[in-house]
């Protein structure tokens, strides 16, 4: 790769940045920060060709979210009056 393209390239790459960082600071509610960085993550991924390790990762972080909630529920569940 030239030097030229490499410039390019940093220079794409940097305005994906900003664009992203700029929806992310749109949003309204975590909700929608949230959905707005997944989608950057999906969109870099989708660049580097590495869609599966994305979605691994997510459904991976999903599973540890979701029994993080289940125990919370549960400790919670022994303190109520």
């Given at each position: ?17 900003l ?5 992310i ?57």
């Amino acid at each position: 790769m030239t030097w030229e393209n490499t410039k390019r390239a940093s220079r794409k790459a940097e305005r994906r940045r900003l664009w992203h960082e700029a929806r992310i600071a749109a949003a309204a509610t975590p909700k929608q920060k949230a959905w707005a960085a997944c989608g950057w993550l999906i969109s870099e991924a989708w660049r580097a060709g590495r869609l599966d390790d994305a979605l691994d990762w997510v459904l991976v972080k999903v599973h540890e979210l979701r029994e993080e909630e289940r125990n919370d529920d549960d400790r919670d569940d022994g303190y109520a009056a």
